[in-house]
Each structure stands twice: as structure tokens, then as C-alpha cells.
């Protein structure tokens, strides 16, 4: 154990430095323009711009005096969390879950984080990460001990597709990371996609790491899970998702993971030797979202118009305005250096947003619509400005 531990850390301090989210460096700018008395306008944010609702954070303080919350809890995860989460995911992927097969994390990023690590089991294999992909993708995988394998989709739209991830391949890949609703395109994968996409994993025996923190937030579209799909890869699935987006909840930091229980008992030692258990507190205030009245038709239907807006004002300095189905972002094709024109609209205009670049896409833009109105069309027709004299 000492051995591996000692080599793993050579990997990551030597062979593969970890550096700061590219997100948390511009959100580190954006403070320092604010502190200098310069108006900014954040288009960058990954989190709703709404107050968590009321009804949660009245389940939080109710939760907060209670003693019992303030000792520590199972490392899984507060049972009837873990139950109301796996009769939400019996629903979603079509077959019983039961709570075996749920564990609780400090948001979506330690699930994913998690289960890398379960699925890795020292082992050095290769994950395979579409292009563009959340930008902590390639370092968890190589924090977790694995090779990050990046594939370039061969569609206009950016989906990859079943014959993109047999060509980037090898006998040494041991899982996909795919997610949709997609960050950063804003793209849900249809039935279709996921269906191919399930029968290659299945074939390759290939665990599919299923990011579905947005599978809440989409517009005119579902975004099912692969194992309605294609039924058989409920065994190689974990499906990985969050209260963080659909119920305005970034900051309280309570995710899960579902999966095969040998893979859920693998997460939740693996939490026991690090975490511990997730905020009892912040758990009921989970438990009273997921459970509650559904405040994210609300939601999505003020991000819908947002996102039209954004895309009529975008349209015109454009060659090929941008589509998205889920989430709340945009992701637009620039002709131009990406990260110079991050760069000056942060200086011109006071406008923080993030270059494709970190997203392992050169020649994108990525906007988010979860912010003010007036913001953000005060923020997008300057951006429309700009691109449009620069062209």
C-alpha cells in the first residue's frame, strides 16, 4: 500500500501536474476586476442564479436543531436520502434500484471522483473523455490513477458517437465518462446515441460513468438514461447526479452515485477513508428537494427564455448560431483565437467567460444564461458587439 501510494503521488506531482480549474481561475479574475471598482458581468457561472427555495432551507434549519445532525453519519449516506434516490433512479433507468446501490457524496464532483476511483482499482487503465469535456475530467481521472484518453467527436453537433470511441480504444480502457445533459455544449444525447453508445461499453465490457447532473434542466426533450436505451448496460452503468443544479443548491454540496452494489460498497469505503459522511444537514435539505414540490418547471421555463433571447442576440454575429437542448449554456464557435477573445472581453467589457480551450476545444466560447436578465443582455449584445467588429 505504501509502495502504491508513494508512486501514485510521483504520477501526479512529476509525471502529470494538477493545475487550478480553469472555471476557479476566472472566477479568481472576476474578484480581483470587483476589487479594483470595476463592474463585471459573469458569464462563466456553472450555477443557478436563484435562491435555493424556501422549503428546503426551512427543512435545513429544522434539521440544524436537532442534535442528532450534529454527530457524524453513515458514510453512505442518510437512509431515507438513499431511498428516495433510488426510487427516483428505478424510475429514470427503468429497472428496481434499491438503496444498496446509492451512496451520498459532497456533490457530483466526489461521485464522479468516487467512482473513478472504484472502477480504476489501481489499475493504471485508460478513461475514455469526449471532447469538449468538463474541465476536471482529465485530472480526476489521472488523481484516481487512470490515463485520460480524450476523443474528438467526428459529428458537426459534438456528440460523439459508438464508431469515435471503438477508434480511440484500446484493451486498456476500462470506462467512458459521458454526460447529458452536456457542459458545455448545452447538446442532450437522444435515444438513438445512447443506445449505440451503451451496446459498444456492454460489448467492451467498459464501465459507463453516466454524468446526469442536468437531466432536470432541458427544454423540449428528455434526457433518458442509457439503460432505458439498452437495458443490458444497467450492469456497467453508474449513473452520477446532484441536487446542485436542478434545485438551485450549488453550495450545499450533496450529490450521489448509483451503480452495481460491489461498486457502490467500493465508493463508500473509499469516502469512509476521506470524507466521511456528507453534512447531515445539508442531507434533509436534500431530502426535502428531491421529495417536495417541483420547483424546477419554474426553473427551466425562466432559462428557456433566457436562452432564446441569448440566441437571437448572439445570431446575427455569428456564422452558425448556437443550439442547446439542456443545461444553460451556450457554446459558440469563434473565428478566432478563443482564449485572446476570452481575454478581451474580460478587459473591454467586463464580461467573464470561459475559452474552449478549457474544455480541451480550441475555438469555442462557452456563455452562461443562468444569471440576471438585464445582465445578461447587457452581457451578450456586447459580446455580439465585439465579435461582430472583430470579425
Known amino acids: 500500500m505504501a509502495t502504491h501510494l508513494a508512486h501514485s503521488v510521483q504520477r501526479v506531482t512529476i509525471s502529470a501536474p494538477i493545475a487550478l480549474s480553469p472555471t476557479a481561475a476566472l472566477r479568481e479574475k472576476a474578484n480581483e476586476l470587483r476589487s479594483a471598482g470595476r463592474p463585471v458581468i459573469d458569464l462563466s457561472a456553472g450555477e443557478l442564479d436563484f ?13 440544524a436543531a436537532n442534535p442528532d445532525n450534529h454527530r457524524y453519519g453513515p458514510a453512505s449516506g442518510l437512509p431515507r436520502l438513499r431511498d428516495a434516490i433510488a426510487a427516483q433512479a428505478t424510475d429514470r433507468l427503468g429497472t428496481p434500484i434499491g438503496r444498496a446501490q446509492v451512496a451520498i457524496t459532497n456533490g457530483a464532483k466526489q461521485a464522479l471522483f468516487n467512482a473513478l476511483l472504484a472502477v480504476l482499482d489501481r489499475s493504471g487503465g485508460e478513461v475514455l473523455i469526449p471532447t469538449p469535456y468538463w474541465v476536471s475530467f482529465p485530472s480526476m481521472v489521472t488523481l484516481a490513477g487512470g490515463t485520460p484518453r480524450l476523443v474528438p467527436p467526428s459529428t458537426a453537433d459534438l456528440r460523439v458517437t459508438a464508431g469515435d470511441l471503438e477508434h480511440a480504444a484500446s484493451d486498456a480502457t476500462v470506462a467512458l465518462i459521458l454526460v447529458s445533459p452536456h457542459n458545455p455544449t448545452g447538446h442532450v444525447y437522444e435515444r438513438s446515441d445512447l443506445e449505440a453508445i451503451a451496446r459498444w461499453a456492454a460489448r467492451r ?33 453508474i449513473s452520477v447526479g446532484s441536487v446542485s443544479k436542478a434545485y438551485a443548491m450549488t453550495g450545499w454540496r450533496v450529490g450521489w452515485l448509483v451503480g452495481p452494489q460491489p461498486i457502490v460498497d467500493r465508493a463508500v469505503a473509499i469516502q469512509s477513508h476521506t470524507t466521511s459522511n456528507v453534512n447531515q444537514i445539508a442531507q434533509h435539505a436534500a431530502l426535502a428537494a428531491v421529495t417536495g414540490p417541483d420547483v424546477t418547471e419554474r426553473f427551466r421555463q425562466r432559462l428557456e427564455l433566457r436562452r432564446d433571447r ?28 478563443d482564449v485572446t477573445i476570452a481575454a478581451e472581453l474580460l478587459e473591454l467589457g467586463g464580461i467573464v467567460t470561459v475559452p474552449g480551450r478549457s474544455f480541451g476545444q480550441p475555438g469555442y466560447l462557452r456563455i452562461s444564461y443562468a444569471i440576471d436578465d438585464a445582465l445578461l443582455d447587457q452581457g451578450v449584445a456586447f459580446i455580439a458587439d465585439h465579435l461582430g467588429r472583430t470579425a
Request: aromatic share 10%; glycine share 6%; charged share 10%.
Open 205 to 237: 465490457n467498459v464501465w459507463l460513468i453516466m454524468d446526469e447532473t442536468y437531466a432536470r434542466l432541458t427544454y423540449g426533450i428528455d434526457a433518458i438514461s442509457p439503460a432505458i436505451a439498452f437495458p443490458p448496460i444497467v450492469d456497467r452503468l
Open 51 to 63: 435562491p435555493t427555495p424556501d422549503h428546503v432551507v426551512a427543512a435545513a434549519v429544522k434539521a
Open 310 to 337: 441569448a440566441i437571437a442576440a448572439l445570431s446575427g454575429a455569428l456564422a452558425a448560431p448556437p443550439t442547446a437542448t439542456g443545461a444553460f449554456y451556450l457554446y459558440i464557435q469563434l473565428h478566432g483565437d
